[in-house]
């Protein structure tokens, strides 16, 4: 079986030319507090856009209506690497390296730190299900984990192998959370009552993927940093095809989201600058393909926000970014 799926995945693997769409515009907020690496945005039902910064200790909001920025202090090493907002309009972030989950009241700034189980440390990305569950991974750790809101109990499922890395994560339809394992050829994902974990492995053995989204019609595509790649994996026809963007294998897609026509949005930190990339399923071209200005380094995590259809990321050089997709 894996000989066939890799044979597939090889036919179907292929560079395409991009074909225009108009060209997003992009706007470019620099955060007031320097070298802090503002990341992985999230957006409130006013608009508000909250971020953590990983290095300087911090949640903070940008409104911009009224191009503000606002800062809360965390506790000197907290180490935020990534935040939500979730369902119960509090702001939830992950202590990465002070090893808690964290709920931030935005009104009161007032802070309640939820312990995770023994030997469960390096909480990395968060994902609200809807449905009274955040989902993580710890990634140092070997974990995914369930944080439930009623009563805040954390169950964690351990990797079966070493140094798994889990890393991005995103709920589907279902319910079911789906996550990159970044030290293996791996997809994990959890079945969301029993905890049972299935492993799907993808067809070549040197890919290493980092992000990860679940789009409409329920297909998992994923950033594979490793070898360039766009994947699309089809869980229930557990099919994968694949695609190299124009920048060919030299390709490292980072952060990734979906937006609502089912367009794959990603950004290449190969390029230095970075270069803003979408694929479209339809016709199977790279739509977009775009210099971010003075972005070096990396984007690592991104979002869609359907109210207003643009993307939301920080930037490794400091800046907060918007881009209206087209």
Partial sequence: MRALLAILTTLLAHTVAAQSLPAPQIDYWKVPWDNSRPRD???????????????????????????????????????PHNLIVGEDRFIWYSGNRAGYIGRLDPKGGQIQKIALPEGVRDPHTLID????????????????????????KVDAVKMPAANSLPYGIVVDANGRPWANLLGTNKLATLDPKKLALELIELPRADARTRRIGVAADGAIWYADYAAGYIGRYDPRQRKFREWLPPTGADAHPYAMAIDDRRRVW???????????MAFDPQSEKFVVDTQLRETRG???HMVFNAAARVLWFGTDTNELVRVQVP
């Fill in 41 to 79: 945005p999230d957006v409130d039902a006013n608009g508000i856009v909250w971020f953590v910064g990983q290095t300087a200790d911090y949640v903070a909001s940008f409104d911009p209506a009224k191009q503000q920025f606002k800062k809360i202090d965390l506790e000197r090493g907290t180490g």
């Fill in 266 to 276: 990603f950004v290449d930190t190969g390029a230095q600058p970075n270069r803003l």
């Fill in 129 to 152: 299900d809807r449905r009274g569950h955040i989902w993580f991974t710890a990634q140092g750790a070997n974990y995914i984990g369930r944080l439930t809101l009623a009563g805040r």
């Fill in 298 to 300: 990396a984007v690592r």
